[in-house]
């Protein structure tokens, strides 16, 4: 056999397997969620993808299965999860603010707001740590970090951060809704 045919035959297999290739690579999630059967098995191939940090791989996932089925709002979760990371890279690039930040809200703290919200606390801490590197101080950063050290169970640091909270917004209407929710705080767990 010449070698050229012999290099067509193994392009060709590579061309033939590479998907299923891959897709053995993932690995298997079990994940509830409704939809047609294409566009679950899109968003399971996202998530696979997602947990073994194949972004671009996942994004793709997530797209298809919304293109399968525009209503499919799990594969817009998917996609907005893939872009806050892709944004949270970008600010990265950026230069810290110099004064009162452009943007507004960063997206580290945007980012945990919304891991916050999903109940990954731990992770949504690491996104606030994050934000308050870049804008030291930055009052929504600050309740946000408070937030999710509460939720995770650390009461030193959530009245930590809701003291530096309070001390910056100590001029403000004191029947705001988060003043109040750090007062409150800080009455059942009193600061070290």
Not at 80 to 96: F, G, S, T
Not at 105 to 120: D, I, M, N, T, Y
């Amino acid at each position: 056999m010449s070698r050229e045919r012999t290099f067509l035959i193994i392009a060709l297999l590579a061309i033939c397997t590479g998907g299923s290739a891959q897709q053995s690579q993932l690995g298997r999630v079990e994940f509830q969620v409704t939809g047609s059967e294409k566009s679950r098995e899109h968003f399971l191939r996202g998530l696979a993808a997602l947990h073994s940090f194949w972004y671009e791989e996942a994004l793709e996932a997530f797209r298809e299965s919304t293109r399968v089925t525009p209503d499919f709002s799990m594969g817009y979760w998917g996609e907005a999860i893939e872009l806050m990371k892709e944004a949270r890279k970008l600010e990265d690039d950026l230069a810290p603010p110099s004064g009162p930040p452009a943007l507004i809200k960063p997206a580290h703290e945007l980012f945990g707001e919304v891991l916050l919200g999903a109940g990954k606390a731990s992770e949504a801490a690491e996104q606030f740590a994050a934000a308050l590197l870049r804008q030291p101080n930055r009052a929504r950063s600050l309740v946000g970090a408070a937030r999710a050290a509460a939720q995770s169970g650390n009461a030193k640091a959530a009245a930590e951060f809701y003291g530096k909270f309070l001390k910056q917004w100590e001029q403000a209407d004191r029947d705001l809704p988060e003043p109040t929710e750090a007062r409150e705080y800080l009455s059942r767990h009193p600061a070290p």
